[in-house]
């Protein structure tokens, strides 16, 4: 039972633990890792109390995120927000990355004020892996070299403002990555949107003759695989499903409110025989055509 206990990450402790051979840190509020094996992380399920952020520069690992599975690979950048809690996680020998931690408070004054970057940070709570082109990774690694240089120039009498300088502007940098990443997400949803519109148009028109999948994605241009995709994320039902919903609703209609016999409802809704039909109609009410023209 102790094995799973969830344990909270903070950064006081985590500065406490570290070696410190291979650690920069900042008081009580940045902590850098040139090296994740030095990352100390000492429990399989633990909270964050504070902003943890990792760039993958080598190898895979795979980890729970608030128990949805998630993996990162070379150029990855995962954020893991105050409150987030992490599982199962498994880390290759070949991965490497450079680690940075920030105190809440201390990540609060550096966004404070700025709304737009604020929003697109909760925006990171849904998409916690960030893929950077090897220039994003490039000159994220430049931004971590000045933070380790001007973490360890101590006598600099400006020290603290300077840092704060870098981390806005690298916290700018990832807020134009993931701009850029929403941007691509909204006009995928808006694709799929009008694709499902026009799926629907199609069904209402053509349900009683055309009940393949393979026809309706070849009139819009696409696979079934793709449009089925599409149409379960947009509707939670698949496209066989829609139909399936069509051509059951005008059944129902057909036996309440006609004096069409059972083999002429059948015959009008294109199916090969009576006891297909009876049979289909069943699986999805529950009762056979003649029950439910009868109640």
């Not at 903070?10 to 650690?23: N, Y």
């Amino acid at each position: 039972m102790s094995k799973n206990r969830v344990r909270d990450i903070h950064l006081k402790d985590a500065i406490t633990r570290s070696s410190r051979t291979s650690v920069n840190f900042m008081g009580e509020d940045l902590l850098l890792f040139s090296d994740f094996k030095d990352v100390p992380i000492p429990h399989k399920v633990f909270k964050m109390d504070c902003t943890f952020a990792v760039i993958c520069y080598s190898g895979s690992a795979n980890f729970a995120l608030n128990t949805e599975q998630r993996s990162i690979k070379q150029n990855d950048i995962i954020i893991v927000n105050t409150g987030e809690t992490v599982e199962s996680y498994e880390v290759a020998d070949d991965f490497n990355g450079m680690t940075i931690f920030m105190s809440k408070n201390f990540m609060d004054d550096i966004i404070m004020n700025y709304e737009d970057v604020s929003h697109l940070l909760l925006f990171s709570r849904t998409h916690p892996v960030i893929h950077l082109t090897d220039t994003d990774a490039y000159l994220f690694s430049n931004y971590y070299k000045m933070l380790e240089y001007k973490i360890a120039e101590v006598n600099n009498h400006f020290r603290k403002e300077v840092i704060r300088s870098i981390l806005r502007a690298w916290i700018y940098e990832l807020s134009n990555i993931l701009y850029r990443d929403q941007q691509m997400i909204e006009k995928v949803k808006r694709r799929q949107d009008v694709i499902f519109a026009e799926f629907l148009k199609l069904v209402e028109a053509n349900f009683k003759t055309e009940k393949r999948v393979s026809w309706y994605s070849d009139r819009l241009c696409i696979s079934s695989k793709y449009l089925s995709a599409v149409i379960k994320n947009a509707s939670q039902r698949t496209p066989n499903e829609w139909i399936d919903y069509y051509v059951i609703l005008e059944a129902k209609v057909l036996l309440r409110n006609t004096s069409k016999s059972i083999k002429e409802v059948s015959e009008e809704l294109r199916f090969p025989n009576q006891s297909f039909f009876g049979k289909f109609f069943k699986e999805r009410v529950g009762c056979s055509p003649l029950q439910f023209r009868g109640r």
